[in-house]
């Protein structure tokens, strides 16, 4: 470990998010990261949903048998997507009609699932720290694409548009493309700044999906 | 053990089944109304476009739910009649009748209390040409008479469209006493008259016509037909307003406000001088197409009829012994274009031949259709206006065209019938 970083804990948290390093949850990402309300409403709306799947699971993990914990993680992250998504219709609308089907897509979101599946195995308390940690860190991450699409793709911030900037978009930002190259640039920072970090999802719910990264399993054997 | 495993699987997922069931119901009944409260919400939006000062708006009509509606005799063309709740006046949603278009042009029209508009914006446009910014500033501060709205050439039906539907929206609010009537010009309501009163110079209703130079006299305005079959004319004989109609083959005619025919032999002569002296005189090449279409050496004589249709010329035509009788009409095809069609007919009022300058069928229209015009002509062989139905005529997919074939056919029994 390196102990001269200043704060190794949060870069590994960073790095070794899911977002990053198995690219779960990338619909959403690139969906509504051109618009900074947008990607902090759906980091929000996942943040909870995954607290409270965890939550739950964590709970019921050990009247859960193996063969029912995926059935169960789907039901619980449906039911809470289907009740966020209700309750910012009702109570957000705006913001609501700015993410689209994006939330409810949430509810297939791996990222989430994910959470909830770690949870039925981890402890309680680590359960809700790892989706609080997940979700935390998601929002960051789509908060960050977003600003750099939203400022150079459309020439605004949070819906207000700057002028100089809009004068001089660089227009593929704005599209799906700018979107993949965006969020895969700051994977690669990330990865830059914490060589290794992806190899802290070693062994949760992720690797028994097989979803382990490649260069992390030959770390593991050298 | 296995067994066991499957039935507390079952247990499990079928209570946490029950207890999200049951927190989804409990989430809806507390969203549903402030969901569907939002959606009403929304659908106001269009209406603070045109009213942005508005505080928030009622309903007072809509067509979904005529019957919850207060409000009576609400046209068609109507789909909400909205009320601003301080009192600014009334924000009204309206969609053209099909026929004038194929989808329908919508619009949201605001209405000050006073009666006059505060803004009219279209919404949705299906037209490839546009009716022109113009046009549309043109309604700003009407009243319900819209004396300054003119139709825009090029696209007289999408701008008739438009201004129909501002009238029937002024109709709903008038009809309710909610704002009071504009008072409309004697130009407005003789003009207004004009396509009753002579229908070759307009096509479905709408008037297509040029305004015409004046010079002094009772002449006021002088409206020349698109198609070169007459003049329309706004009259002043120093005491009143009258309607003057000139048509080409032989019909001059007076109406007063009312539309009833006035007998006044000065602005008849008037008029008769005028149209004589500013027509597209096109007898010869009339007589010319005649002739080839009868035996070499018939006689063919001008024979003026009082009819105020798309007939340009009626012709006697002595072949021999034999008495035929020539016409030719000049009616609206596709895009409002003036046809030339030419038929000859027998004195019983039967049809010889006929013949057509150009159809103008415009082919992109037809994906799977090849005109086959020969046998198109001589489909209406023997007809007479007795026999005649219109089916002879029209061409599904070709309506605008074939329509004027069928006017036009229609058009020359009328003529016929007021020689015999």
């Keep these: 470990m390196n102990e001269t970083k200043k704060s190794p804990k949060l870069l ?8 990053l390093v198995l690219l779960l949850g990338a619909c959403p990402a690139l969906a509504l990261t051109t618009d900074v309300r947008a990607a902090l409403a759906i980091g929000l709306a996942a943040l909870a949903v995954m607290l409270l799947s965890s939550l739950v699971i964590a709970a019921l993990a050990k009247l859960l048998p193996q063969g029912a914990r995926l059935a169960a993680c789907v039901l619980v992250t449906t039911a809470f997507v289907s009740a966020v998504e209700m309750l910012m219709n009702a109570y957000l609308p705006n913001t609501y009609a700015r993410m689209g089907i994006y939330l409810a897509v949430c509810a297939v979101n791996l990222l989430v699932f994910g959470a909830a599946e770690n949870a039925a195995s981890a402890g309680f308390g680590k359960a809700l720290l790892n989706a609080l940690v997940t979700g935390l860190v998601f929002t960051l991450v789509v908060l960050v694409v977003a600003a750099v699409r939203e400022l150079f793709g459309c020439g605004s911030f949070a819906g207000h548009e700057i002028a100089f900037l809009k004068a001089h978009t660089v227009t593929a930002l704005a599209q799906p493309t700018g979107g993949f190259m965006i969020f895969a640039f700051v994977a690669a920072v990330v990865n830059k700044l914490c060589p290794g970090c992806c190899c802290g999802i070693k062994g949760t719910a992720f690797a028994a999906a097989g979803l382990t990264d490649v260069n992390c399993a030959e770390k593991e054997e050298v | 053990m296995a067994k066991k495993e499957f039935s507390k699987s079952i247990l499990v997922l079928l209570a946490l089944f029950v207890l999200s069931a049951l927190l989804l119901s409990g989430i809806n009944t507390v969203t549903a109304p402030l969901i569907e409260a939002n959606g009403a919400s929304a659908q106001f939006e269009p209406l603070f476009a045109v009213m942005p000062e508005a505080q928030n708006f009622d309903v007072l009509y ?20 909205y009320s601003e709740t301080s009192g600014l006046g009334y924000a009204i949603t309206l969609s053209t009748a099909q026929g004038y278009t194929k989808e329908p042009i919508e619009m949201t029209l605001a209405v000050d209390a006073e009666g006059k508009i505060a803004a009219l914006e279209v919404t949705a446009y299906p037209e490839s040409r546009d009716v022109g910014a113009d046009f549309l500033a043109s309604f700003q501060g009407q009243d319900s008479a819209l004396p300054d709205v003119g139709l825009v050439a090029g696209t007289t039906f999408s701008s008739a469209a438009i201004k129909n539907a501002v009238s029937d929206g002024f109709a709903a609010l008038i009809n309710n006493d909610m704002v009071g ?40 305005k002088a409206f020349k037909a698109l198609n070169n079959s007459g003049f329309g004319f706004v009259l002043n004989d120093g005491s009143a307003n009258y309607l003057g109609v000139w048509t080409l083959v032989g019909g001059a005619k007076i109406v007063d406000l009312e539309g009833n025919a006035v007998d006044n032999a000065a602005l008849l002569e008037e008029i008769s001088v005028y149209g004589a002296a500013n027509c597209t005189d096109e007898s010869e090449k009339e007589i010319a197409k005649l002739q080839r279409m009868v035996s070499e050496g018939a006689e063919i004589t001008a024979l003026p009829v009082e009819v105020y249709n798309s007939v340009t010329g009626a012709y006697s035509i002595l072949d021999g012994d034999t008495q ?49 015009e020969p046998s198109y002509k001589e489909g209406f062989t023997g007809l007479t206006a007795d026999s005649y139905n219109g089916e002879q005529a029209l061409i599904a997919g070709a309506t605008m065209s074939t329509a004027g074939v069928d006017t036009a056919t229609k058009d020359v029994f009328a003529a016929f019938a007021a020689i015999a």
């Design chain 2, 324 to 372: 035929l009788y020539g016409f030719a009409a000049r009616s609206y095809g596709y895009s409002n274009l003036p046809m030339a069609i030419y038929y000859v007919l027998d004195e019983n009022g039967a049809i010889v031949t006929m013949t057509v300058d150009e159809l103008i069928f415009y082919k992109e229209y037809f994906s799977d259709y090849t005109l086959d």
């Design chain 2, 62 to 81: 809509s067509a979904q739910d005529p019957a919850a509606s207060a409000l009576v005799d609400v046209p068609e063309t109507v789909t909400g009649i």
């Design chain 1, 12 to 19: 590994e948290a960073i790095g070794a998010n899911p977002v």
């Design chain 2, 181 to 220: 009537a504009g008072v409309k010009s004697d130009d407005q309501i003789l003009l207004e008259l004009l396509p009753q009163v002579y229908p070759g110079i307009a096509n479905n209703g709408v008037g297509q016509y040029e305004e015409a130079e004046v010079n002094a006299g009772s002449i006021v």
